[in-house]
């Protein structure tokens, strides 16, 4: 029997998230942060974890670290939900919220995982292009959310890869006008100079506010949570596997929320550099470089030069992630803010492989 006849054919069709790993000095392709915690609080979580007892089930509910979460964002413990980082939780949300054959609506380009784990679950995202300046198209928006009815859409803010921070009236809009829920992803929130507009579900009990810890130096701990109305909380919680979040995870993490405020100057300091990355990848000819409110700028590389600048900066032991074949970012890499010094090697790369 053909091993692969056991598969449902949707699930052979999907792309597998890629991951290289081909060995690099300079790993600029993951939207990591190029921080590890403040050494005193890494201490502190090293100790907390160390004493964990391994015999023991989690605490199933995570008490402690939503109630660290829910103090950070000015929320109720009751209004946070935790996922083995936001993935977990777009597959929670699209498991507990869609019928088969409903929609759900996809400004893009965006953040990839919100199709793959669709279609893993049997459901075809509609997609709506951003503009050319990678702003949402409202009108395009709003006329596909009368004709599809979406149940579900996943507005990303500041948006994977463009960096683009859509403005709050243009979410309020989309909001106003859906029918079902407006998941609004802010993984890269805090490196815009903003910051969030806020607990939007208070207003709009169909917006969904998604964040995580994955791009503020703790991707290591894989926690991502939700904050939304109570109900939708207490509803989604119903599919979400039990223990989803391992014991050394919920302790270290509340430590790092309980001393947020130490964290805080990292993220000026990738604002920085990136201000500064962004100013340096625009004087370069044969670039151009889009304005970013996240940790990782979008750029094109023109005249068709993507994969011989690609295959370079891997010379030069550089990793960006190249949209190869993508009809829109095709001939473009999104590049993570790194610490100043892997930006400069960045900058000799790049300058050398064009
Ligand atoms: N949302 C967006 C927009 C992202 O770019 C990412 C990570 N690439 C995630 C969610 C997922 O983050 P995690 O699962 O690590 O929490």
Not at 184 to 213: C, H, K, Q, W
Not at 227 to 244: F, G, S
Not at 269 to 275: L, P
């Amino acid at each position: 029997m053909d091993p692969l006849s056991l598969i449902r054919p949707k699930i052979r069709d999907v792309k597998a998230y890629f991951i290289d790993h081909t060995p690099s000095p300079v790993i600029l392709d993951a939207n990591e942060s190029p921080f590890t915690p403040p050494r005193k609080i890494l201490e502190r979580m090293l100790v907390v974890m160390a004493g964990t007892p391994m015999n023991r089930y989690p605490d199933m509910e995570a008490l402690g670290v939503r109630a660290a979460i829910a103090h950070k964002d000015g929320a109720a413990p009751e209004e946070v939900l935790l996922g083995n980082g936001s993935d977990e939780l777009i597959f929670y949300l699209i498991l507990a919220m869609m019928e088969p054959g409903e929609r759900i609506l996809v400004p893009t380009p965006t953040f990839v995982m919100y199709e793959t784990i669709a279609k893993s679950l049997n459901m075809e995202p509609t997609p709506v292009p951003l503009t050319d300046d990678w702003d949402l198209d409202l009108e395009a928006t709003l006329r596909l959310i009368k004709e599809k009815s979406p149940r579900l859409i996943f507005l990303a803010t500041p948006n994977n890869p463009t960096g683009k921070k859509y403005p709050l009236r243009a979410i309020e809009a989309v909001a106003d006008a859906a029918p079902g829920a407006v998941v609004v992803d802010e993984a890269y929130i805090d490196f815009s100079a903003d910051g969030p507009y806020g607990l939007l579900y208070r207003d709009r009990p169909n917006v969904i506010v998604m964040r995580t810890l994955s791009k503020v130096g703790l991707a290591a701990l894989r926690l991502g949570y939700i904050l939304a109305d109570r109900a939708v909380i207490e509803n989604v919680n119903k599919v979400r596997l039990p223990y989803n979040i391992n014991s050394m995870t919920q302790a270290a993490a509340a430590e790092a929320l309980r001393n947020w405020e130490e964290f805080v100057p990292l993220f000026g300091k990738v604002r920085e550099e990136r201000d500064k990355l962004f100013t340096a990848l625009n004087e370069i000819s044969g670039i151009h470089a889009w304005p970013s409110e996240a940790n990782f700028i979008l750029m094109r590389v023109e005249d068709g030069a993507a994969e011989r600048v690609f295959r370079g900066l891997l010379e030069h032991g550089v990793r960006v992630r190249w949209f190869s074949g993508h009809p829109r970012v095709g001939d473009c890499f999104r590049v993570t803010v790194g610490d100043p010094h892997e930006n400069s090697m960045f900058l000799s790369a790049i300058r050398e492989a064009l």
